[in-house]
């Protein structure tokens, strides 16, 4: 949360942005193939589906949507065996993706700036928006789910990706309700120092819906292994709040009620979109709420310097509970685009970059301490699924090749944060990337045995690479290169489950 007014301008070869700017490309086609090209050797115990959501058109019939949020969800599921990997992708049937391929032009207004062709007449009074499915990719319970966090999930096939279609989850949603993309999944009794990955049987997918409004309701659902509903609680805070991730510990549930006002006017006159219309008031507070997941007592709430958050890494409690410590990527200000202006024109140096950051929260005293872990722009943290919800020592995130300022994400970036090591795996001028995922080795005996896996973007094939690193030291162990590009995507998850081959 540093003023970048003072940064020197990066050094011009970092990246380029015409290279930057093709991994946007749509991607309309749909492909299923075992991966044959491959450089190193894929790791036998390496066995399970990866599967990965983001936008996969950048445009509806050659007219261009404003923001990549706002582009149609496409799954990518890489299965894992016997040291081979199957590659498939499909997009999400949607109804809104399945009307506008058909009428070849855009019908809904984007979340974040997408507008239908017309100027803002056309838009006025539009506030019908499309559930585009492309935030997440989860599976619980024997169900494969879509996520997008404003509306239900789509249920889909996880062995063909087809679109089996919105789901209810059991009566537990009603049409229209909101269901985060964002969802925890809480390792249940796993024991300190047991890294190993066989199933406890208690584990619990924690998650969270929002509804926005002069004051904002925040419920909170937790499905058991079997995917039925073991508790839900509603809580109600003032004021209006973004709220796209949580973090969870074995007692609570935390949000960043970022300090942001939101202004419907220009959205509703149909001249923006509604992410558009959100700006973070820096003279205010952020405030962390703490839920207790047990839904016995009001929530906590406890204010902090101002900053602007998407993703927290991770959360847990001290031994006698009266701390809680959470590591989350923070912005000093809601990065947006201007009305008109083409994101992929977008001048890096002029956003906030993401910077990782620890608060340490007081439960007792009401007080939070921060300190910045990581000043190099960071995004997409992720670590040791026996780790969520407690005392983790390593992180992995995607990282920008420059050490200062902001710029896209070129690496992998390792981080102990017990004793401040780094490493970085560089991804090189022409490559791209995004979210990592930590996979472990199922027999692993320490926290970072397992590997890394991240779809990138290779500009020098204009095509993508699904590149599998060691954790412990982020050596390449193999590049596995698609037959096509994949565009910059959001959020995926890795299963041990072998599905769609
Ligand atoms: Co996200």
Same mark, same amino acid.
């Given at each position: 949360?540093?003023?970048?007014?003072?940064?020197?301008?990066?050094?011009?070869?970092?990246?380029?942005?015409?290279?930057?700017?093709?991994?946007?490309?749509?991607?309309?086609?749909? &492909?299923?193939?075992?991966?044959?090209?491959c450089e190193g050797e894929i790791?036998?115990?390496?066995?399970?589906?990866?599967?990965?959501?983001?936008?996969?058109?950048?445009? %509806?019939?050659?007219?261009?949507?404003?923001?990549?949020?706002?582009?149609?969800?496409?799954?990518?599921?890489? +299965?894992?065996?016997?040291?081979?990997?199957?590659?498939?992708?499909?997009?999400?049937? +949607?109804?809104?993706?399945?009307?506008?391929?058909?009428?070849?032009?855009?019908?809904?207004?984007?979340?974040?700036?997408?507008?239908?062709?017309?100027?803002?007449?056309?838009?006025?009074?539009?506030?019908?928006?499309?559930?585009?499915?492309?935030?997440? %990719?989860?599976?619980?319970?024997?169900?494969?789910?879509?996520? /997008?966090?404003?509306?239900?999930? @789509?249920?889909?096939? *996880?062995?063909?990706?087809?679109?089996?279609?919105?789901?209810?989850?059991?009566?537990?949603?009603?049409?229209?309700?909101?269901?985060?993309?964002?969802?925890?999944?809480?390792?249940?009794?796993?024991?300190?120092? !047991?890294?190993?990955?066989?199933?406890?049987?208690?584990?619990?997918?924690?998650?969270?819906?929002?509804?926005?409004?002069?004051?904002?309701?925040?419920?909170? &659902?937790?499905?058991?292994?079997?995917?039925?509903? %073991?508790?839900?609680?509603?809580?109600?805070?003032?004021? &209006?709040?973004?709220?796209?991730?949580?973090?969870?510990? #074995?007692?609570?549930?935390?949000?960043?009620?970022?300090?942001v006002s939101f202004n419907p006017?220009?959205?509703?006159?149909?001249?923006?979109?509604?992410?558009?219309?959100?700006?973070?008031?820096?003279?205010?507070?952020?405030?962390?709420?703490?839920?207790?997941?047990?839904?016995? !007592?009001?929530?906590?709430?406890?204010?902090?310097?101002?900053? &602007?958050?998407?993703?927290?890494?991770?959360?847990?409690?001290?031994?006698?509970?009266?701390?809680?410590?959470?590591?989350?990527?923070?912005?000093?200000?809601?990065?947006?685009?201007?009305?008109?202006?083409?994101?992929?024109?977008?001048?890096?140096?002029?956003?906030?970059?993401? $910077?990782?950051?620890?608060?340490?929260?007081?439960?007792?005293?009401? !007080?939070?301490?921060?300190?910045?872990?990581?000043?190099?722009?960071?995004?997409? *943290?992720?670590?040791?699924?026996?780790?969520?919800?407690?005392? @983790?020592?390593?992180?992995?995130?995607?990282?920008?090749?420059?050490?200062?300022?902001?710029? #896209?994400?070129?690496?992998?970036?390792?981080?102990?944060?017990?004793?401040?090591?780094?490493?970085?795996?560089?991804?090189? %001028?022409?490559?791209?990337?995004?979210?990592?995922?930590?996979?472990?080795?199922?027999?692993?005996?320490?926290?970072?045995?397992? /590997?890394?896996?991240?779809?990138?973007?290779?500009?020098?094939? @204009?095509?993508?690479?699904?590149?599998?690193v060691d954790a412990q030291d982020?050596?390449?162990?193999?590049?596995? $290169?698609?037959?096509?590009?994949?565009?910059?995507?959001?959020?995926?998850?890795?299963?041990?489950?072998?599905?769609?081959?």
């Amino acid at each position: 949360m540093q003023s970048l007014e003072a940064k020197p301008q990066h050094p011009p070869d970092y990246y380029s942005q015409l290279d930057w700017q093709r991994g946007y490309d749509s991607q309309p086609g749909e &492909f299923a193939y075992w991966i044959d090209d491959c450089e190193g050797e894929i790791p036998a115990a390496l066995t399970g589906t990866l599967f990965r959501n983001g936008p996969g058109l950048l445009d %509806v019939g050659g007219e261009p949507i404003g923001h990549p949020f706002d582009g149609d969800g496409m799954i990518c599921q890489i +299965t894992f065996q016997n040291g081979r990997a199957h590659f498939r992708n499909r997009f999400v049937q +949607t109804e809104g993706y399945l009307a506008e391929q058909q009428a070849g032009k855009i019908l809904y207004r984007g979340v974040f700036g997408t507008q239908k062709a017309g100027g803002w007449l056309a838009n006025l009074l539009d506030l019908k928006i499309k559930n585009i499915a492309n935030t997440h %990719v989860m599976y619980w319970g024997d169900r494969l789910w879509a996520l /997008w966090e404003a509306a239900e999930p @789509h249920r889909l096939d *996880p062995h063909s990706l087809d679109t089996i279609g919105l789901d209810s989850i059991d009566g537990l949603l009603q049409p229209g309700d909101a269901f985060a993309a964002h969802a925890r999944i809480d390792p249940g009794s796993v024991e300190t120092g !047991r890294w190993a990955t066989t199933p406890t049987g208690d584990r619990r997918f924690v998650n969270f819906a929002v509804k926005p409004g002069l004051s904002t309701t925040i419920t909170i &659902f937790e499905l058991d292994e079997t995917g039925k509903l %073991v508790s839900r609680h509603a809580h109600s805070v003032p004021g &209006f709040a973004f709220l796209h991730d949580f973090a969870i510990t #074995p007692n609570w549930c935390i949000f960043f009620q970022n300090p942001v006002s939101f202004n419907p006017l220009p959205f509703v006159l149909g001249m923006k979109g509604a992410g558009q219309c959100i700006s973070l008031d820096a003279k205010q507070p952020t405030r962390a709420l703490l839920i207790p997941r047990d839904g016995s !007592r009001s929530l906590k709430v406890l204010e902090m310097p101002p900053c &602007f958050v998407f993703h927290h890494a991770n959360a847990f409690e001290s031994a006698d509970g009266q701390q809680v410590t959470i590591d989350s990527v923070c912005y000093d200000s809601f990065p947006t685009l201007e009305p008109g202006q083409d994101f992929r024109a977008v001048d890096f140096e002029r956003l906030p970059p993401g $910077q990782l950051w620890r608060f340490e929260m007081d439960l007792v005293g009401d !007080r939070v301490e921060s300190r910045c872990l990581e000043t190099r722009c960071c995004e997409f *943290p992720s670590l040791h699924p026996n780790a969520v919800g407690h005392q @983790h020592r390593y992180l992995y995130i995607g990282a920008a090749r420059s050490p200062e300022g902001n710029a #896209p994400l070129q690496a992998i970036l390792k981080i102990d944060v017990q004793t401040g090591d780094r490493q970085l795996f560089d991804l090189g %001028v022409r490559g791209f990337g995004g979210e990592p995922l930590f996979v472990p080795n199922p027999t692993g005996q320490t926290e970072d045995d397992g /590997w890394v896996l991240l779809l990138t973007y290779n500009a020098e094939r @204009h095509a993508s690479d699904l590149v599998i690193v060691d954790a412990q030291d982020l050596s390449l162990v193999a590049r596995l $290169q698609l037959k096509q590009h994949i565009p910059y995507g959001l959020h995926g998850s890795f299963v041990p489950q072998v599905f769609g081959i």
